[in-house]
């Protein structure tokens, strides 16, 4: 199902990937409630082909963050919705029935932080740079960040991220857990891409249950944990597909793991 966009996001296809770019370099992709909404109805409409999707931006910046020209005064009822907005838009990300990769590049500060957190693999240029500036204009995080960034980061450097406005590069967020890639400048896209055909080669249920099941049962207790290991390990390897694969690499048709 086809879903219009905004001027401020495009749309691409590469075969089963794709690409959702951030379209508004001239405000360093600075985020608009109009493109929140852009982004939940494509997630939430994508076409039953995309095995794949790839987050970008065009510009030097992935993402500054929020735009602030939007700020206005709000009661708190009227805060707490415009939260929940954000909320609804990057769950539908996080829970897509697809991997979801991002290139990053320059800026990814506030909102654009709490996007990037979304996805479930992040490729970072040499030129990014991480912050959380809200601390310092009487803000506080409102687009899920709370709950994501501290899985990856902790909740000690978050704080010290929002306290004392500490930036963190490329380099020091593949070391931290912010990106699990770290490549040359102008480079971003098209290794994200690489890693996004490659994962489009996978069985569709083991994608889904990486994505969806994994991060659930890694945070349940080991008892329930180990249940819904067992479930979601029965039901992938009882597919057909599964059967095909493991066939293929028993008869010697598939290649075998090596050293990198």
């Known amino acids: 199902m086809e879903t219009a966009l905004p001027p401020s996001l495009r749309v691409e296809r590469d ?3 794709a690409i959702l770019t951030l379209a508004r370099p001239e405000k360093r992709n600075a985020i608009s409630d109009t ?7 494509f997630f939430r409409n994508l076409e039953p082909t995309v095995r794949v999707v790839v987050l ?3 510009g030097d910046h992935f993402s500054a963050g929020l735009d602030l020209s939007e700020m206005a005064e709000r ?4 805060g707490v919705a415009h939260s929940q907005m954000w909320h609804r838009a990057f769950r539908e990300i996080e829970q897509a029935p697809v991997p979801v990769i ?3 590049r320059g800026a990814v500060v506030g909102g654009g932080l709490e996007l990037a957190a979304t996805a479930h693999i992040r490729v970072a240029e040499q030129s990014t740079f991480y912050a959380l500036p809200e601390g310092q204009r009487g803000l506080f995080v409102g687009g899920g960040a709370s709950m994501r960034i501290p899985r990856l980061i902790g ?3 978050m704080m ?3 306290l004392t406005g500490r930036r963190y590069s490329g380099d020091e967020g593949e070391r931290i857990g912010l990106n699990q890639y770290l490549v040359e400048d102008g480079t971003g896209l098209s290794v994200a891409m690489d890693l996004a055909r490659r994962v489009a080669e996978n069985p569709p249920q083991t994608n889904f249950a990486v994505t969806q099941a994994l991060p659930l049962i890694a945070e349940a207790n080991p008892r329930e944990g180990s249940m819904m290991e067992s479930l979601v390990a029965a039901l992938a390897q009882g597919t057909d597909d599964a059967k095909s694969r493991m066939s293929d690499f028993l008869s010697g048709r598939a290649a075998k793991v090596a050293r990198p």
Do not use: K, N, T
């Open 15 to 17: 075969g089963p990937v």
């Open 35 to 41: 493109m929140v909404r852009g982004i939940e109805d």
């Open 56 to 58: 970008a931006a065009d």
């Open 75 to 78: 009661s708190s009822f009227e």
């Open 102 to 104: 991002a290139a990053l």
């Open 155 to 157: 909740v000690s450097r």
């Open 160 to 162: 010290d991220m929002m």
